[in-house]
């Protein structure tokens, strides 16, 4: 007993003292450390908390509307004016905020959230602690970056969504805005919270929202299944993101960022001076844990299966959710909490080869497949992985300007995908689709669709997307540590421009043709094209489709959100451009995600930050080598699926298949993943299941049902005592006395 | 003698209630002979008034009345008597008599104090719940004796005049001769304590316990006493008499048979358990012989034997009321046995003793709880199908629903009635918001407190048992009427409407006193309240210290501490 009390004590000595030696260090080490961060913390302006509360206003309006059983395109209004709304207020805080010297953090204190006060004993010493997190949001310059993009492209998104959703007006209508609006709410809190636990209650308030969208169409039993497998992957991904948030508490004491950021400034010091080791080793595990998290929401290897699936949702939702926004919460993650992913040696590495792998194996996934918003999917996870490539390979510029930029161009290329589907009837495989850029009416659409072709393709010099994507592979080949990860995004890069481009051959240009897809005959959850386009046809159309169908060319609101975005497009081109990264630079310079002591690290990790490219200093060579790979990717693709096609069906590359034997063929069925993770994950579950199934039905029940059986049966044979014969009853009392009095007597004996 | 009367206030008041009913009901006025209930009624109230108010308890029930085993109880089961014995008496109300007024009023036939039963009937419920009051009175086993018999007497009556049926004569006949057998057995098993202790106080015998152990003579006694009052709570292996005689009865009086025998026989085991004492070492060694003396004591249980014995009727009981409700398809039936299994329930706290005086802990005071909790929500189920009666085809009374099928459909056609009965037979289950929970629970606290945790399990398997066929009960109203059935055969309210009032008290009282339960468990607990000093091994010292103190404190050195008090 002595022995357990004291090794008690012993344990919780040194638990205590863990946890003292940390404060007292931070205390130590404030007074002089610079820290990589200089970040100083203000009171921000309080109408920062309208970034959040608009949208949560529209979820509420849109609620209400669908109470009233509104059977108008009021909700959609309603949602584009909070947005809007919400979209100016992030403006206006960030010119203000500009204002401020670089490295200010503003903390807006919404409202006391969660306090949990208690004592805990350290060193023999009663002390008070407090769990705090609190409704607040932390305003700093990458805050800002992310919400100029978040809420701008959300109220272009739902004004597309306001034409695109309008067959289900009355039905779902209120559903998708109410659900849209809960979106940018949970988003906002995620990107805005200045605690971690706020940013879990965004995290799982995106996910749920993902969840009701992708399961939108719930009468569709693929979309079901989509929205569950989103949901379930996501999970997996949280418990890493939940198991990291209470790590920080027990290491740090505090969810806050500001206490965060302040406890780590002599880890980032002890880095600056190249001294990993001493950095506890608790505080490593951390960015272990938050990563899984951060694999999970931004689908990476390997938890990303759910990300392509997710396609079966509305396209506005994919465009905002799983290609522009959502999805880049994990990047986020990862940039905002940054220094703690510095703590690690093992951290970064893993996150650099989790997300270059993942480029690479969506990339060669995409070049197989016939589904153009599947291709735009499998692109998206490809970028996804370009992004944590780009924040591990210590370019945290170059990772959220490749968000920055990703978020307008991809949106783009799935709003036009979804005119696309939208027009032919929910069409969407490449084989049956040609020439649609030069139908009438549907001009914005292709030009739309070209301009987002040559970002994600990397088009050198006129595109932003070239600018970001140069950053990171640059930033990799000039890192001796990852030379491999420049390697692979290289690859991944021409396989990029062509898979882009292949689908932009085939759909956009060539020989006018089109099937119709099987939505225009009243599917429940189909795009009801009621509402005609007369001058959706022409001569050109050389239908083999069903008869009497005319292609709808999109209205004005998409066409308008279309060329907003492919403006936009090449508007931001010298905010990424100019002077190795631009505005985004100083945007994500003057916040936590930068860390200025690189080469110091570096240097500890043996690793070296000037590698030169045979010979050429990496930065610049990179500029015409990835130029050079993207445009021979433009020209295979142009080679095979233009020069010469007269059909939609076919193309020249159809010939090279037999050349990559099965290959081709795994590609196509996405590597058998989907069927591997079955193999070793659902179907023992399930076996399992079974087990458990059938152990509950013979075992329990027969339990339940033999305690079901027994008092009936114990009944029936005390039944006949009960004659109603007095005589009877008369000599079982006396008989009973008589048993009673041998109990007694045995008791005694 | 004299300070005794501040005992037997109520229980006086109860017997000119009795005289005055039993000559109005023989008026030849039929509105005089109306007033019987009422009067009955009013007599209840004034008794349990005169109860709460005169009543002695704590210190002065010990310094007056003698009262030292259990000196809380009777002012609670006074006033609890009282307050169940009014809602009984609204449902008794138009249970006989009904035919005969019937003819007389349409003047077929002139008043015969003969041919009628009202005067009788009212009479002797309020002689019956004197006794029961009486019992809560006794400190001696001729008293005891006297009003357990002043309690049963009457209820064999009562059960033969309910209806005009022969199953109401044949009850009542098996109800006496069984009666009798059980009596006499109780009766020789207090002759033989008499025998083995030389008194029939039972301070006294207490004392001689305590004193010289229990030796073979008492414990024989003890054994046929605890047996025989056993017929009184319906416990194994005198529970013969209980299917038959609840079936016989009218539901308004098998209500209160379900009631007043019951409590009679509680308060009677407590008192002689307390006799004993809980405060043997539970499973050692036992003070039985007067050679070996004391020895053994200073535990909380009853001594071995006796614990043993109670421990096996209180299982089987339980058991045996439970498995056979589960078999039937008669409401009275059913609910006769379930009464069994209460009492089954209710053992277990008197085997687990006072344990410290805390409800939580005291099994006393589960006891006194469950009486109340039961004696109230019992009479709901009852109270419903009393409510209900089939109209008569000629001359024949109106009959009640007799099995559970003729409940089907009753929430369609009678909402209220159907909710009253779902709440009822839910609170007997112990559902958890209502008020059987709440009676349930302390006795699972005070049994695995005690360390009797065999026996809580198995009362934990037998509620679950009568889970089966409460929500059988409950579910009943909601089911559709069988095709085969005479859709005609709906049941008509009967015309009393305080048989519905009654109801409706009981099963609000089962969620309305669920509410007030912590107030009732703190009185509760107090009335369960065992004094450890009296009941232990210094049982003598309150009086003897009295003498001394007052020889040696005739001079008292600086006038301090002359007296002392003499419970101290």
Redesign the interface.
């Given at each position: 007993m002595m022995t357990l009390l004291t090794n008690t004590h012993g344990l919780m000595h040194a638990l205590s003292g863990a946890a003292l030696a940390v404060s007292d260090e931070a205390g130590h080490a404030a007074g002089h450390a610079s820290g990589p961060v200089a970040q100083t913390f203000a009171a921000g302006p309080m109408f920062g908390l309208l970034v959040v509360a608009l949208p949560l206003l529209a979820c509420i309006l849109c609620g209400l509307c669908a109470m009233g059983r509104v059977k108008t395109k009021l909700p959609a209004f309603l949602t584009v004016l909070c947005l809007a709304g919400s979209f100016l207020v992030t403006l206006a805080l960030y010119l203000q905020h500009h204002g401020q010297p670089a490295g200010t953090a503003w903390i807006i204190q919404g409202f006391e959230w969660i306090r949990l006060d208690y004592r805990q004993m350290v060193d023999s010493v009663v002390q008070s602690r407090s769990f705090i997190a609190n409704f607040g949001l932390y305003v700093d310059s990458l805050t800002c970056l992310w919400m100029l993009f978040v809420t701008g492209l959300a109220t272009l998104i739902a004004l597309y969504a306001s034409e695109y959703m309008s067959h289900d007006v009355g039905q779902g209508y209120n559903r998708f805005f109410a659900a849209f609006s809960l979106f940018v709410f949970s988003m906002a809190c995620l990107v805005m919270a200045d605690n971690l636990v706020l940013l879990y209650l965004g995290w799982e308030g995106v996910g749920l929202c993902s969840y009701l969208l992708i399961g939108y169409f719930y009468k569709k039993p693929s979309a079901v299944a989509a929205a569950k497998k989103a949901f379930i992957l996501n999970r997996i991904g949280d418990l890493g993101l939940a198991l990291g948030i209470m790590l920080c508490y027990v290491h740090f004491g505090s969810v806050e960022y500001k206490v965060i950021f302040e406890k780590c400034a002599p880890y980032m010091a002890s880095l600056a001076a190249g001294q990993l080791d001493q950095i506890p080793l608790i505080a490593q595990f951390i960015p272990l844990c938050l990563m899984i998290g951060a694999f999970g929401k931004s689908a990476q290897l390997p938890l990303y299966v759910w990300l392509p699936d997710a396609m079966e949702g509305p396209t506005p939702v994919s465009a905002l959710i799983h290609a522009a926004t959502m999805v880049t919460a994990g990047v986020f993650l990862i940039a905002r909490t940054y220094p703690l992913f510095l703590m690690s040696e093992y951290a970064l590495p893993i996150v650099a080869w989790v997300g270059a792998l993942t480029a690479l194996l969506a990339a060669t996934i995409g070049m197989a497949q016939f589904d153009i918003k599947r291709i735009m999917a499998y692109s998206t996870v490809s970028q996804l992985g370009y992004m944590f490539a780009g924040l591990a390979v210590l370019t945290s510029v170059g990772g959220a300007a490749h968000v920055f930029t990703h978020a307008f161009f991809k949106a783009m290329l799935f709003l036009a995908c979804g005119a696309v589907m939208h027009g032919f009837a929910g069409q969407l495989d490449l084989r049956k689709l040609s020439g649609v850029g030069s139908m009438p009416g549907w001009r914005v659409v292709g030009i739309a669709m070209l301009v987002g072709c040559l970002n994600l393709a990397g088009f050198p010099i006129i595109t932003a997307g070239f600018w970001s994507k140069d950053m990171i592979l640059g930033e990799a080949f000039a890192n001796s540590q990852m030379q491999a990860i420049g390697w692979i995004l290289l690859l991944t890069a021409g396989l990029t421009a062509y898979y882009t481009f292949r689908v932009y051959f085939r759909v956009f240009v060539g020989p006018k043709h089109y099937e119709p897809g099987d939505e225009h005959h009243g599917d429940d959850h189909g795009h009801d094209h009621g509402h005609g386009h007369a001058d959706g046809h022409d001569e050109g159309h050389q239908t083999s489709g069903k008869h009497g169908f005319h292609p709808h060319a999109p209205g004005w609101a998409i066409n308008t959100v279309l060329a907003t975005l492919a403006v936009a497009a090449f508007v931001i081109v010298p905010l990424v451009a100019l002077n190795h990264g631009g505005w985004v630079k100083d945007m994500v310079g003057a916040s936590s995600a930068q860390f200025n002591e690189k080469a110091a690290y570096l240097i500890a990790a043996k690793g070296d930050l000037h590698t030169k490219f045979f010979g050429f200093d990496a930065h610049k060579a990179m500029m015409v080598v990835s130029s050079i790979v993207g445009l021979i990717g433009i020209a295979v693709a142009f080679v095979l699926h233009y020069q010469g096609r007269t059909t939609a069906a076919t193309s020249k590359a159809d010939a090279l298949l037999p050349a990559f034997g099965p290959i081709a063929k795994w590609a196509q069925n996405k590597w058998y993943v989907d069927e591997f993770y079955n193999a070793i994950v659902r179907m023992p579950l399930l076996a399992l299941a079974q087990i458990f199934h059938w152990f509950d039905k013979l075992v329990i029940d027969g339990l339940v049902d033999f305690f079901g059986w027994t008092p009936r049966g114990l009944g029936g044979s005390l039944r006949p005592a009960q004659s109603g014969e007095m005589h009877t009853y008369a000599v079982g009392m006396a008989g009973g006395l008589a048993v009673m009095a041998v109990v007694v007597i045995v008791v005694l004996m | 003698m004299m300070e005794r009367l501040a005992y037997l206030w109520p229980e006086i008041a109860l017997f000119i209630g009795t005289c005055i009913v039993m000559v109005m009901g023989l008026s030849h006025n039929p509105a005089v002979r109306r007033l019987c209930s009422p009067i009955c009624g009013i007599f209840i109230v004034a008794a349990g008034v005169l109860a709460a108010y005169t009543t002695p308890w704590g210190e002065s029930a010990v310094s007056i009345a003698g009262q030292t085993l259990l000196p809380n109880m009777p002012i609670f089961a006074k006033v609890l008597i009282s307050v169940v014995g009014l809602v009984l008496l609204l449902l008794l109300a138009g249970t006989v008599d009904r035919q005969e007024e019937g003819l007389i009023a349409r003047g077929k036939r002139a008043f015969d104090p003969l041919r009628t039963n009202r005067a009788e009937f009212y009479a002797f419920y309020l002689f019956s719940l004197t006794g029961l009051m009486l019992c809560a009175s006794a400190d001696d086993l001729i008293w005891l004796f006297l009003a357990l018999e002043l309690t049963s007497l009457p209820t064999y009556i009562m059960v033969t005049l309910s209806t005009s049926a022969n199953k109401s004569r044949e009850a009542g006949?098996?109800y006496f001769?069984?009666g009798a057998?059980?009596a006499s057995?109780f009766l020789f098993g207090f002759a033989f304590i008499y025998g083995g202790t030389g008194t029939t106080n039972l301070n006294a015998i207490h004392a001689s316990f305590v004193q010289n152990g229990i030796n073979g003579i008492a414990?024989?006694g003890l054994?046929?006493a605890l047996?025989?009052l056993g017929?009184k709570i319906a416990s194994?292996?005198?529970h013969?008499?209980t299917?038959?005689v609840y079936e016989g009865a009218a539901a308004p009086v098998t209500a209160m048979l379900a009631f007043v025998p019951k409590t009679a026989g509680f308060i009677s085991i407590l008192l002689l358990c307390a006799t004993i004492g809980w405060q043997y070492v539970p499973g050692g060694e036992?003070a039985?012989m007067p050679a070996v003396g004391v020895q053994g004591v200073g535990g909380t249980a009853l001594p071995?034997?006796?614990r043993?014995?109670l421990w096996?009727?209180a299982a089987m009981t339980m058991?045996?009321g439970?498995?056979?409700?589960?078999?039937q398809a008669s409401i009275k039936r059913m609910l006769a046995y379930s009464s069994i299994a209460h009492s089954g329930y209710m053992l277990v706290g008197v085997i687990v003793g006072p344990g410290n005086n805390t409800f939580a802990t005291s099994g006393v005071s589960a006891v006194m709880f469950y009486l109340l909790v039961y004696g109230v929500m019992n009479v709901a189920p009852l109270a419903v199908v009393a409510s209900l009666e089939k109209p008569a085809r000629s001359d024949d009374e109106p009959t009640e629903p007799e099995t559970l099928d003729d409940l089907r459909g009753l929430w369609k056609r009678r909402p209220a009635l159907a909710g009253m009965m779902v709440i009822g037979s839910l609170a007997l289950l112990g559902f958890p918001p209502l008020l059987g929970f709440f009676g349930k629970v302390p006795l699972f606290t005070a049994g695995i407190s005690a360390g009797e945790v065999a026996l809580v399990i198995i009362l934990g398997?037998n509620s679950?048992?009568g889970a089966?066929y409460y929500l059988r009960l409950a579910a009943m109203p909601f089911l559709a009427e069988t095709p085969g059935a005479v859709p005609s055969e709906s049941y008509d309210l009967h015309p009393r409407t305080s048989r519905t009032f009654a109801a409706a008290l009981s099963a609000s009282a089962a969620v309305v006193l669920a509410l007030a339960g912590s107030q009732l468990m703190d009185i509760s607990a107090k009335a369960g309240y065992v004094d450890s000093r009296v009941n232990g091994m210094d049982r003598l010292q309150p009086f003897k210290p009295k003498l001394t103190s007052v020889e040696d404190g005739g001079r008292p050195a600086n006038g301090a501490g002359a007296v002392v008090a003499p419970a101290n």
């Open positions: - | 006949v098996k001769f069984l057998l059980g057995i414990l024989a054994v046929m047996v025989g017929f194994v292996p005198m013969f008499y299917a038959d036992t039985l071995e034997p006796i043993v014995l096996v009727i058991t045996v439970n498995v056979l409700a589960v078999m398997l679950a048992i089966y």
